[in-house]
């Protein structure tokens, strides 16, 4: 029974070396990438703005795709303008709706001006009459 090597090494259990992946082209074989060997493992890099995904062993972009951006500038509009539409509608149909309200509960409680210069003329002069008359 005898040991075993590490990941990225071989030999006989006794003595183990590292494997050289780059020079044995077992790793980043994808287009553009390069290889640099490290102590039991190695590096991929990929040319330009791309990214390594050792997994697939290829290269992505790494800012994203257009479409991607597009998309996302599409639904942030949208957001934007439903809360434009929102606000436009508060300010005007609701918060007018709302002012009349207001004004309507405040008139049973505390009279408009004009409603009190109509009711104080007409309740004035019967009074005039009547205190005239009796004297």
């Known amino acids: 029974m005898g040991c075993l090597c590490p990941k990225g090494f071989r030999g006989n259990g006794l003595t183990c070396e590292d ?12 287009d ?3 290889c640099k060997n490290t102590w039991g493992g190695y590096e991929c890099k990929c040319k330009g703005d791309l990214l390594y995904i050792k997994e697939q062993d290829t290269c992505i972009e790494r800012s994203g795709s257009k479409f991607g951006w597009f998309l996302t500038f599409v639904v942030l509009a949208v ?4 809360g ?3 606000y436009v509608f508060y300010k005007y149909r609701l ?3 709302m002012d009349s ?7 049973q409680y505390m009279p408009l001006d004009s409603q009190h210069n109509n009711e104080a003329s007409s309740e004035a002069q019967p009074l005039r ?7």
């Open 32 to 34: 553009g990438c390069s």
């Open 129 to 135: 009459q009547t205190s005239v008359g009796k004297f």
């Open 79 to 82: 957001v934007v303008g439903a």
């Open 19 to 30: 494997i050289n992946e780059c020079k044995e082209r077992s790793a980043c074989q994808c």
């Open 84 to 86: 434009l539409a929102g």
């Open 95 to 97: 918060r007018s709706y």
């Open 101 to 107: 309200e207001i004004m309507a509960i405040m008139s």
